[in-house]
DNA sequence: CGAAAAGTTGATCTACATCAACGTGCGTGG
DNA sequence: CCACGCACGTTGATGTAGATCAACTTTTCG
């Protein structure tokens, strides 16, 4: 009887197929599970890490605050994401992660991860990748906030979480859940809260989006992708190469 | 007769001793060099990585553009700083790096990092950091144009300038060379030329610094800290802790 | 020396912030 | 089971940081 596959294997096979015994590693990493409320604090910046986390269900956001009480939301972790890798290196976090919505998690030692990484130089590999793609993430949210405006910010923002939920069969046809205040879409976008408020009213004035509750429809991605120019190559969602998986695998 | 010791080099100790042979493997990769003069275009969106890089004088930036135009640079490479890094793993780029200066730099392939990964643990570790400190440059980047004004970001981007070249011992005493158009600090603040100018200008006029041609001097760093709420912590300069060499280099 | 690149400054415009008020759903405690 | 409070969303009026437009000056460099 096959588990279920967890977000994070789907997340890593999207990128790396893998065997079975790398597969029960991940399997082992993820057993011991957690369940945290919404809003708690995992990692508190300027503070220790408390490991590294594997977020299963639920969303979370990766934020820095400046010390007037100004945040910036860098990132959104979504079902199958991590948290904390830096763990391995720094000491102490720069950022804060904190749940959105009621959450399941793992939360391990950094020795555990470069186990992995000495163990498994294909998942060593799938992780290289993913934060390659969180790097990507996060400098495409810079150009956004330079030199977007509002509207395509917000186009932008959505075609992307639809995408990565795509990758994780939680979002279908153009739609998902996005359990997200507009106060969080604000700081996610540089904006004030009212003005998010407006932008969205715009994106469902002009046709594109529909939404109903926390439920979300794009109806049109084509346009969408057209105003944010949007283009999902920072992505990275096709397969990884064998040459590159090869690099991570073999001895010269 | 020992040789000067390159940008990388220092950079790399102050994070992490190394020994003779650890340093002849980066003096080896360093060996082959080639001059490059002011913008030219070393890696750009969307084509292949022509390989990993690392600078060794001048300056550079790494920027994303839209396609009517508009750019946001993303970072600044400094002597000492690598690109391509993710030539590893992706084949084409999502961002471009271009020379601002006239630069002499190194570049080879992927497989050499990934040889230096396997013999090298703790040159692996160093370069892990680098690859997390960029990451977290770049969300500090982000937090800076969601939130702060123009006159902190600005502020803030000499500061960061600052602490980054005084690794490689290219500022002292507050003063450094800042070999950059007014148009590549709006692109990377996300205002307009004439608003950058005029940021300048207050920042000037209110006694924090001084400019005379390309070498400025920041004349009350405490005072410029404050104003930008400019906390280094995001920059990791301290050392690596021996637990953090160890996970790379030992077996379980 | 001439032309282009870079810097500077004033006038005006606008995207977005701020301030203020009100509506609505919902969880909780009496 | 109701009502009260609070989080969240919505909308209008007004303010402002920064953009845009348009000159002009200074520096750089072939």
Same mark, same amino acid.
């Given at each position: ?47 220790k890490y ?37 763990a391995?290196?720094f000491e102490l976090s ?87 205040? &507009? ?30 509750? &926390? ?27 064998? &040459? ?9």
């Amino acid at each position: 009887m096959p588990t279920k596959t967890s977000p994070l294997i789907k997340k890593i096979e999207a990128v790396v197929p893998l065997q079975t015994d790398e597969r029960d590693f991940i399997a082992e990493l993820e057993r011991d599970r957690r369940t945290v409320s919404a809003r708690t604090d995992l990692v508190k910046q300027g503070e220790k890490y408390p490991g590294v986390g594997i977020l299963h269900s639920g969303w979370a956001i990766r934020y820095k605050s400046l010390s007037d009480g100004r945040r910036q939301i860098v990132n959104f972790l979504l079902p199958g994401d991590a948290f904390g890798l830096f763990a391995n290196l720094f000491e102490l976090s720069d950022h804060s992660v904190a749940t959105l919505t009621d959450a399941s998690l793992s939360v391990f030692s950094p020795d555990l991860v470069a186990e992995m990484y000495r163990k498994h130089p294909k998942l060593a590999a799938a992780f290289a990748w993913f934060s390659a793609r969180e790097e990507a993430i996060i400098a495409e949210r810079a150009t956004g906030l330079g030199q977007r405006t509002a509207f395509e910010r917000m186009a932008h923002m959505l075609l992307e979480l639809l995408k990565r939920l795509e990758v994780v069969s939680l979002a279908n046809d153009n739609k998902f859940e996005l359990p997200v205040t &507009q106060e969080i879409l604000a700081d996610t976008l540089g904006l004030s809260l009212v003005h998010a408020n407006r932008t969205m009213r715009k994106l469902r004035e002009s046709g594109l989006i529909e939404i109903e509750g &926390q439920n979300i429809f794009l109806r049109d991605v084509r346009a969408l992708a057209d105003v944010a120019d949007f283009d999902d190559l920072y992505l990275y969602l096709q397969r990884m190469s064998k &040459q590159a998986v090869k690099r991570f695998s073999e001895a010269v």
